[in-house]
């Protein structure tokens, strides 16, 4: 399967034209000139994190460690009032020791050269391609999920993006390339070099234009590739028809949501799942796997901190949580959390315990 060389012509031409009115200019990473300590540090903050959230650490960060030389020496306890509250404290501690590497191993600078880059703790293909394509102006496309939505839908339609354009191997793990479309035997290298934008223009386009209108929930009606977009071909059309059906909810639905937001959620209960890595397990009760069901009151993330802080003397990590469910009456939210700093005095188990540990209180 070959594409079009006027459609990807157009597609460039058109996402271009909303990168110029509608780019994400103002973000602190988005600098004419940045180097590879820097577009490392944001891509590693923004995995999983908000950007409106990432903004604040990031510039707090740099002000702090401006240079990879500076981060290399620092302790983890010195390290974490700095990024401490991102999440993921793997990925901080993966930062602390790619730090070092580049300056013990690469005199303290990154090496251009992605494989190299994919050495580094908690650099995977992702990560290493955003440092070659916007710190040294090389042609890699940094393959996020917001790249292969855009282009999977533009060019491959409604199928499932990620089954058109398979993620790379997740970080750290196998490299194999994956192969673009079950039939089409395009790699995406194969693709990537169909395009004619700079790498590092086209992957801030795309990240901008796969953020603000080819989301999940597509708004077609207000894209300027919609004319020769598969997707909006196949489904577009039916999108927005279903859309504005379902802006009338059938009356019982409408009853049922009534009913749900009549839960007190502010109320509920925290079941708190405190694990190190996913590989090992806390229980609040000696004898068999037990969650940390906390008293009312501390029910929001800092009220979890604190609650641990000033009962065991342990600083968390606390995800949003991962369900909601309201069991015999009672509100549950269910919460992962990592110890950052403290020593657990807890049982432990291997692994998480099964769904009936959730519906044990
Ligand atoms: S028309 Fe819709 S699906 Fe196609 S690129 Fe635009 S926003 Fe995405």
């Known amino acids: 399967m070959t594409i079009r060389k006027d459609k990807i012509a157009f597609f460039e031409k058109s996402l271009f034209d909303f990168f110029r009115k509608a780019g994400r200019e103002h973000l602190p990473w988005r600098k004419k000139k940045i180097t590879a300590y820097e577009v490392w540090v944001a891509e590693v903050m923004l995995q999983q994190t908000q950007v409106s959230r990432v903004i604040g650490y990031y510039e707090r960060f740099l002000k702090q460690f401006p240079i990879v030389q500076k981060l290399a020496r620092v302790s983890w306890e010195e390290f974490l009032p700095y990024y401490e509250g991102l999440g993921y404290y793997t990925r901080g501690r993966n930062m602390l020791e790619t730090a070092k590497k580049v300056v013990k191993d690469y005199g303290g600078k990154f090496p251009r050269d992605k494989k190299l880059l994919e050495t580094l703790p908690g650099v995977g293909p992702y990560t290493a391609a955003a440092i070659m394509s916007f710190a040294y102006g090389d042609d890699h496309l940094a393959w996020d999920t917001n790249l292969r939505r855009v282009i999977g839908r533009f060019f491959f339609g409604t199928k ?83 859309s504005q059906q379902s802006t ?111 519906n044990g209180y």
């Open 160 to 242: 499932n993006f990620a089954s058109v354009i398979p993620a790379y191997e997740p970080e750290s793990r196998s490299r194999v390339p994956p192969k673009v479309g079950r039939q089409s035997g395009m790699t995406l290298k194969k693709l990537e070099e169909q395009f004619s934008l700079p790498a590092k223009t086209l992957n801030a386009a795309l990240m901008d234009f796969g953020s603000a209108l080819c989301v999940g929930r597509p708004k077609c009606e207000a894209c300027a590739l919609r004319n020769r977009c598969v997707y909006y071909r196949e489904k577009g059309r039916q999108e927005t028809v279903s």
């Open 248 to 358: 009338r909810l059938p009356a019982r639905q409408a009853k049922n949501k009534g009913e749900d937001k009549k839960q007190d959620w502010k109320n509920a209960q925290v079941y708190v799942f405190l694990h190190e890595n996913h590989r090992k397990y806390f229980s609040s009760s000696k004898r068999q796997f037990r969650p940390f069901v906390l008293p009312s009151g501390y029910n929001t993330r800092s009220g979890i901190k604190k609650y641990f802080q000033e009962k065991y003397q342990l600083t968390l990590s606390v995800r949003p949580p991962y369900k909601k469910e309201s069991i015999k009456g009672k509100q549950i939210f269910f919460v992962n959390a990592q110890i950052l700093l403290g020593e657990p005095v807890f049982r432990v188990f291997p692994k998480k315990p099964g769904k009936e540990y959730n």
